[in-house]
């Protein structure tokens, strides 16, 4: 009798010990709900777009220029020599399409002589005659200068006159970004004839004589590089 008193008594144990796995099982699987899912965060990339307007390297019209047409004065113009400037002419126009600002740096190339096929004389004197041969190619390109422009307050600037920032191989330019329109900066070049009156005297008239007689036109070769200038997103 007590021999199946204590099989009763272990049975029981056993199945106390049943229960309480089971319950422990129960509560770890059906007690909480679990749930998975997956999303998708998205950046956009900041656009990057300045478009120049022309090939970043082109030759630039300068348009029409003669030399001043007032008569040699030795008292006056061997220290004052004289001079004739042309209009400004818009060369080039950049935008800025980007979402970043743009810092645009512009390198202004030599002037180049175009017409002239022969060969270049080795150089005009004070004492030179029109008759004479021919001058050297750098007396004429030292008659020539090109500056350029362009309007800090206003890049976008239609009107020549206003563009009286000078542009150097050294200026920055930075392009903002645009909140409804791009940002546009306009260049404008403005060319100048100076006799070589200080060099000649008055024989400038004969080099001024033979260029007009066998250059026809005068180009200038502007670069342009664009580099970002601000991050986005702005702090």
């Not at 036109?217 to 991050?231: D, G, I, K, P, R």
Request: proline share 3%; glycine share 6%; net charge negative.
């Amino acid at each position: 009798m007590k021999q199946k008193s204590r099989i009763a008594s272990k049975l029981f144990a056993v199945l106390v010990v049943l229960t309480l796995i089971s319950c422990c099982f129960l509560g770890t699987t059906f007690a909480r709900y679990t749930s998975t899912g997956s999303g998708t965060s998205t950046v956009t990339v900041a656009a990057w777009d300045v478009e120049f307007g022309q090939p970043e390297s082109a030759p630039v019209s300068l348009g029409m220029i003669s030399p001043d047409d007032t008569e040699y004065n030795s008292e006056t113009h061997q220290t004052d020599p004289r001079s004739n400037t042309g209009n400004k002419v818009l060369v080039a126009t950049i935008t800025n399409n980007s979402d970043v600002k743009a810092t645009i740096t512009i390198d202004i190339g030599g002037i180049t002589l175009t017409g002239y096929s022969g060969e270049w004389g080795d150089a005009y004197t004070s004492e030179t005659q029109s008759s004479e041969g021919d001058p050297t190619q750098n007396q004429v390109l030292a008659l020539f200068s090109v500056k350029y422009y362009y309007d800090k307050d206003d890049t976008d600037t239609d009107t020549a006159d206003n563009a009286t920032d000078e542009i150097s191989d050294v200026t920055e330019i930075t392009l903002d970004v645009g909140s409804t329109t791009p940002t546009v900066l306009k260049i404008y070049a403005q060319v100048t004839w100076t006799s070589a009156d200080a060099t000649l005297q008055a024989a400038s008239d004969y080099l001024d004589t033979w260029v007009g007689q066998n250059i026809t036109s005068l180009s200038s070769t502007l670069t342009f590089t664009a580099v970002q200038a601000s991050e986005q997103p702005t702090t």
